[in-house]
C-alpha cells in the first residue's frame, strides 16, 4: 500500500488498503455487541504497532476494562503505552452544545501532543444526540470530522450506535461526511450467529464485493472472510494428468487432472471402503500428492484407523504409512458454524495448505443441516464458487458422500467432472457390489467387485506386503 496505515485484518487489507490514505475518515457503525470496539482497537493497535500513535477516545468504557479485554484478543495496548504508542482518554458525557465544543476542543489538543497519526472515538452517538435540534452543531460536527484526519495526516475511526431495526445512522449525518462507511451486523441463521460486515462505502478501493462474514476469535480478534470472486470459468489442467493406481480405473476412467471434481457415493447402510480407500491411497502415493481432507463426521484417528482396516496390513502397511505422511485432516462440525463462516474456514485453510487434493468427507452431513434447511440457494453459491477457486489453483477434489437421495446425488453428479456411485443388489441371500463409474466426455462403465479386488491387488504389488484375500 505504500502510505503505512493498515486494517490490522488480512482480508480487509487486501480488499480495503488502498482507501486507508493518509487523511482518511472511517465510519464503524452497527447494533450494540456487532464488534465496533474490537474492529476500531484492531486499527489502532495494528497502526500503533507500526509505529503510528493512535488516541482511543471513550465516553463509556474504562481503560482497564478495555485494555483486559482486547488482550483476550491477542492485543497488548499496555506494551504500546509504555512505548508512548497508545494512550486512552475517558471522555465526559455531554449536555449541550457548549460541552460540544470543549469536548472537540479536547481531542485537537490531546492528538497535536500525542502527536497522533490514529485516532478513535467510541462513540459518536453522545455526540449526536444532543444535534437533534441543533443545525449549527450539525454543522460544527461535520466539518470537524471531515477535517480531522487531514489535519493530523492520519485516519480517524469514529463508532456509532445504530438502533435494532435500523439500517442507518440516524444522528448527525456523520455517514455522509466520512471517507469509508462500514456495517457491523450480527444476525441469527440456524440458531446460529453470523456475523455480516457491510462496505457501504470505501472511497479509493475497488469494491466488488457488498458483504463479508466475520467472527470474533479468543486470540486473534476480528477475523474477516473475504471469499474469491471468480467471474470466469477456469478450465482443469488437461495438459497434466494424474497416475492412476490400477489398470482398472485407467480403462474406466482414462485420467485424471488437476482442477477436476470427483464425486463418490455408497449407500447409506453399505460403507465400501475396504473397495476404494485402497485406489485413493495409491492414487495419493502413485503421484506423490499433498492431500487435504476436511471431515464432517469422524475425527483425524477414526480416518487413519479406517486407512488401515481399508487395506488389511495392520500398521505396518507402507502404502498407509506414505499416505499419512501426505495427507493432514482438517475437522468441522457444521452445526456449530453458520453457512457462511463454514465456506469461509474451508477457503482459508485450503489457501494456507496449498494441497494437491482436497477430499470432502461425508458432503451429505452440511447439505442437511444447510441446504435442506431453507438456504439451497445460498448453500449452491458458495459452493459453486468453492469448487471453481479449487479448479483455478489446479486442486482435485473428491466429494464423498452416503447416499441419502435421488435429488443429492443428482445435483452433486450435475457438479462433478467424474462420478464414482458404489451400488449394492441382493440376490436371494447373496450381495453384489458394483460401481458404476463415468467421467465428461466418456461412456459409463460399470466394475464389479472381482474388478475392484483386481485393483487391490495390483497397487498391493507394489506397495503392500499382501491383498486382502
Not at 470505501?202 to 470472486?229: C, K, Q, T
Not at 488401515?308 to 485432516?329: D, I, P
Not at 458404489?422 to 436371494?428: D, E, F, N, Q, T
Request: some cysteine; hydrophobic content about 40%; glycine content about 6%.
Amino acid at each position: 500500500m505504500g502510505n503505512g496505515f493498515r486494517w490490522g485484518i488480512e482480508s480487509l487489507d487486501e480488499l480495503l488498503g488502498k482507501a486507508l490514505i493518509p487523511g482518511t475518515s472511517i465510519l464503524l457503525a452497527g447494533n450494540p455487541g456487532a464488534g465496533k470496539t474490537t474492529l476500531a482497537a484492531t486499527i489502532c493497535y495494528a497502526n500503533a504497532s507500526r509505529g503510528n500513535p493512535c488516541l482511543y477516545f471513550s465516553f463509556y468504557e474504562e481503560e482497564d476494562r478495555f485494555i483486559s479485554q482486547m488482550k483476550r484478543y491477542g492485543m497488548d495496548f499496555d506494551r504500546l503505552a509504555e512505548n508512548k504508542l497508545f494512550q486512552y482518554m475517558k471522555l465526559p458525557l455531554i449536555l449541550d452544545t457548549d460541552a460540544l465544543e470543549a469536548i472537540l476542543e479536547s481531542i485537537t489538543q490531546y492528538a497535536d501532543e500525542a502527536k497522533a497519526k490514529v485516532i478513535v472515538v467510541d462513540s459518536f452517538t453522545p455526540l449526536g444526540m444532543i444535534l437533534r435540534e441543533e443545525a449549527r452543531a450539525r454543522e460544527i460536527l461535520q466539518n470537524y470530522f471531515y477535517t480531522l484526519a487531514r489535519t493530523i495526516g492520519g485516519i480517524v475511526v469514529i463508532i456509532a450506535e445504530i438502533p435494532y431495526g435500523y439500517q442507518r445512522v440516524e444522528i448527525g449525518g456523520v455517514e455522509f461526511v466520512t471517507d469509508i462507511v462500514l456495517i457491523l451486523k450480527h444476525i441469527v441463521v440456524n440458531r446460529l450467529i453470523t456475523r455480516i460486515l457491510e462496505i457501504r462505502k470505501a472511497r479509493g478501493a475497488p469494491i466488488n464485493v457488498a458483504e463479508l462474514p466475520f467472527s470474533i476469535i479468543d486470540g486473534r480478534g476480528i477475523v474477516v472472510y473475504a471469499p474469491p470472486i471468480i467471474k470466469a470459468i477456469p478450465p482443469p489442467r488437461r495438459d497434466i494428468s494424474y497416475k492412476l493406481p490400477c489398470r482398472v480405473f485407467e480403462n474406466a476412467l482414462k485420467s485424471l487432472h488437476p482442477g477436476e471434481v470427483v464425486y463418490v457415493e455408497y449407500p447409506a447402510d453399505c460403507r465400501v471402503r475396504h473397495l476404494l480407500v485402497p485406489a485413493l491411497l495409491g492414487l495419493i502415493v502413485e503421484n506423490n500428492l499433498k492431500t487435504l481432507i476436511i471431515s464432517y463426521h469422524r475425527s483425524p484417528k477414526e480416518i487413519e484407523e479406517g486407512y488401515y482396516l481399508a487395506v488389511g496390513e495392520g500398521r505396518q502397511s507402507g502404502l498407509v504409512k506414505r499416505a499419512l505422511e501426505l495427507t493432514e485432516v482438517y475437522t468441522i462440525n457444521p452445526s456449530a458454524m453458520s453457512l457462511e463462516e463454514i465456506y469461509s474456514t474451508e477457503v482459508q485453510v485450503i489457501q494456507r495448505r496449498r494441497p494437491d487434493v482436497v477430499l470432502f468427507e461425508r458432503i451429505e452431513v452440511p447439505a442437511y443441516i444447510h441446504e435442506y434447511s431453507g438456504y439451497e440457494g445460498l448453500y449452491y453459491k458458495y459452493l459453486r464458487d468453492e469448487l471453481l477457486l479449487l479448479r483455478k489453483q489446479g486442486v482435485l477434489t473428491f466429494r464423498v458422500s452416503s447416499h441419502v437421495s435421488d435429488s443429492h446425488y443428482n445435483k452433486n453428479a450435475s457438479l462433478s467432472d467424474v462420478v464414482l456411485r458404489a451400488m449394492k443388489l441382493i440376490r436371494g441371500d447373496k450381495l453384489e457390489l458394483f460401481l458404476y463409474t463415468w467421467r465428461t466426455n466418456a461412456e459409463p462403465r460399470l466394475l464389479t467387485e472381482s474388478d475392484l479386488w483386481t485393483c487391490i491387488k495390483e497397487i498391493c504389488s507394489k506397495h503392500c506386503k499382501s491383498a486382502r484375500p
